[in-house]
């Protein structure tokens, strides 16, 4: 089993950090908002597509999968009351000369081996599409 650990703490009404590691991220607790920062749904957003291009990282080489570059956006969609998150939609952009059903094994790929993308699906809707960049 792996573990993690992350610490958090408040810095003033503006804003918290967390650190893992030797990463510091800067986190937008600010009941205003803040723009220099990230808030917690874009936070579980990011984590989503974190998990998303270290699951290509890892399985590119296994299937001599050649790409130049990734871009992957997400929606998330919030629910007032109670309030969670109820769905996040994603596109994930590849830049490839790889055939269509090459796309597919590596979607396929993404989906089934993401702890994060994994964890979220069980939770809320989470669905999208790997496409190649026109």
Known sequence: MLEYHVTARRVDSH???ARAKEAVLVIDTDLKGRADAFNPAELLLASVAACMLKGIERVTPMLDFQLRGIDISLHGVRQDSPPKMVAIAYEIIVDSDETDHRLDLLHKNVRKFG???NT???????SGTL???S
């Not at 979220?120 to 989470?126: E, I, K, T």
């Open 15 to 17: 804003g918290s950090e």
């Open 120 to 126: 979220v699906a069980d939770a809320l809707d989470l």
């Open 131 to 133: 496409v190649r960049k």
């Open 115 to 117: 702890t994060i993308s």
